[in-house]
């Protein structure tokens, strides 16, 4: 299960982790992220114990968007070694999402 990410853990879960980050920025009332959301927790269970998969409701934790520039979503963010790598806007297939997971744990 994708894990709950907060502007209150997001430094502890995302910025200090040994493994690559996979970010869903997210909201309740956005069509496409609800779209997004089940790819995300499948992706969660494959890569369990390699990658930190999770979800950050945009409504509830406004710092991290605005950090880091969120002002579409769903955004999903992926980080490696405290750094923002990579970046995809809008709903894409589970496979796009993947291989850029994958290039992360290269």
């Not at 998969?53 to 769903?74: C, E, T, W």
């Amino acid at each position: 299960m994708a894990l709950e990410i907060t502007d209150a853990n997001f430094e502890e879960l995302v910025m200090k982790s040994d493994k690559p980050v996979l970010i869903d920025f997210w909201a309740e009332w956005c069509g496409p992220c609800r779209m997004v959301g089940p790819i995300v927790e499948e992706l969660a269970k494959e890569y369990e114990g390699v990658a930190v998969i999770g979800k950050l409701d945009v409504d509830a934790n406004s710092n991290i968007p605005v950090q880091f520039g969120v002002r579409n979503i769903p955004t999903l963010l992926f980080f490696k070694n405290g750094q923002l790598v990579d970046k995809q806007v809008g709903a894409v297939p589970k496979s796009v999402l993947a291989e850029k997971l994958q290039k992360q744990l290269a």
